[in-house]
């Protein structure tokens, strides 16, 4: 059994995720390369897909598998696309005329708007800015804003696109930079649309996107809720943040984004976006017969959907009705995993579908996750025996795992990972 210490994460991503597996991805990678060579991994809650990343050296092919979008668009992009990104010159190049397009019209529209949070963001103080802050109307607030939104939702490519400008502006992002963030997904499409950039140019310019979106955000490092300026710390926080330019930090991802090992590696892998207890079938369809499956699924009650909800919606660009201090899309997926009530039904059938299939099972799961907690007289370890003949604790690693927040109090907490290995 390895044993392993980390107490701190790397920040190896800009879009960075709560209690991410970077710090033990080698050691599961090696976990892994010690068994059958060449038979693919199947990542089937990969998140920003560390376990890829760590694999590639190997040249074992990697399956990624997530149910938020913007997560399988990253793992498409790193782990199964040919090249890497247009580099900021030549997106520049491309996407500047329908960049300025859509900024002049919104520009034209907002013009009042943004004199005010030109003068909100020179300093009154904190009270001036709340004070603007609480003047200004979008869709979570206002039904005629939410009216213009559902009307885009009938026909989002309607111009100009303001998706973040009316459900996100004096919130995660200012009005200057929701309408340079709507202006660089309105000039990604039209670039694709008049065949100025191939479906992986625009994928890698959408993953750019939300790393820009990710770096100007005034939060406190996730989506759940935006900084208000209660505090002089959270107030100079926003001024600092709304600082910052999207459009530059776009073209700066631009030209940090890369994908993960070799081309060659990257033909082999496949992603998928779907409920991991659903995805089977299709795996079934697309011809895998063997595999080792990597499970590290939600362990806690907090919902990733309700963390990332923004990233979600920049990449789906779909318009969906917002609500909540938040502003939360209201279709946002519930996982079973982080259901009390639902968490131990989910792994029973998440494990039923592996062993049926004789596939190898590695699973990473703290050991305090939501499972223990629901489950208290049937061990998961005893579940795993129920399903799988042989069954070994390969290793403990201390992590630090992010509470998401003052809800909590500290902003990290030590935890134990257990990994377990199956078959
Ligand atoms: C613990 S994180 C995985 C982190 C990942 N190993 C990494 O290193 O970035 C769990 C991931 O599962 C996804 N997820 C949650 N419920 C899911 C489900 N039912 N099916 C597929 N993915 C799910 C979440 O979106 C999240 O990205």
């Keep these: 059994m390895v044993s392993y210490d980390a107490a701190d994460l790397p920040a190896t991503a800009r879009i960075r995720y709560m209690g991410n597996k970077h710090a033990i991805a ?27 990343s760590a694999i590639a050296p190997s040249k074992r092919p990697v399956w990624g598998n997530d149910v938020q979008a913007y997560a399988a668009l990253a793992a498409r992009c790193q782990t199964a696309s040919a090249k890497g990104p247009l580099k900021s010159g030549d997106m520049a190049r491309r996407l500047a005329p329908h960049y300025s ?103 890698w310019g959408v993953l ?53 090992g070799s081309r060659e590696w990257r033909r ?26 990597y499970a590290d699924p939600p362990y806690s009650r907090d919902q990733y959907s309700r963390f990332y909800h923004v990233l979600e919606t920049l990449v789906r660009y779909d318009y969906p009705s917002v609500s909540g201090i938040g502003r939360y899309r209201a279709d946002r997926f519930q996982t079973e995993f982080s259901v009390k009530s639902k968490v131990r039904t989910a792994f029973e059938r998440l494990l039923a579908a592996i062993s049926d299939r004789d596939f190898s099972l590695v699973l990473s799961y703290p050991s305090n996750g939501l499972f223990m907690k629901a489950s208290p007289d049937y061990s998961l370890e005893e579940v795993l025996r129920d399903h ?34 199956a078959d």
Excluded at 214 to 241: D, M, N, V, W
């Design 26 to 52: 080698g050691e599961i990678a090696g976990l892994v390369s010690e068994r059958t060579r060449g038979i693919p991994i199947v990542d089937v809650f990969c998140g920003l897909s560390s376990i890829a």
């Design 101 to 203: 397009r859509n900024l002049r019209a919104l520009k034209a529209r907002f013009e009042d708007e943004l004199a005010t949070e030109a003068r909100a963001l020179r300093g009154p103080g904190k009270k001036g800015y709340r004070a603007a802050h609480d003047t200004w109307t979008h869709a979570g607030n206002d039904p005629r804003v939410a009216a213009e939104v559902d009307s885009l939702r009938a026909a989002p490519d309607q111009f100009p696109a303001r998706l973040c400008v009316l459900s996100y502006s004096w919130g995660y992002f200012g009005l200057k930079q929701s309408m340079s963030l709507d202006s660089i997904r309105f000039a990604l499409d039209q670039a694709h649309r008049e065949h100025e950039l191939s479906r992986p140019q625009w994928e």
């Design 208 to 260: 750019a996107m939300l790393q820009a979106a990710s770096i100007c955000a005034a939060t406190s490092g996730h989506f759940a809720q935006y900084l208000r300026g209660r505090t002089e710390t959270s107030y100079r926080r926003i001024l600092r943040q709304r600082a910052r330019d999207p459009w530059v930090e776009f073209l700066t991802a631009c030209d940090e984004l890369q994908p993960f």
């Design 268 to 293: 082999l892998n496949r992603c998928y976006s779907t409920d991991a207890l659903g995805l089977w079938p299709k795996l079934d369809t697309d011809g895998l017969a063997d595999a080792i499956i």
């Design 388 to 421: 799988f003949d042989r069954v070994e604790l390969a290793m403990r690693a201390r992590l630090s795992h992010s509470t998401l927040g003052a809800r909590h109090g500290a902003s990290s907490v030590p935890v134990e990972e257990l990994v377990w290995i």
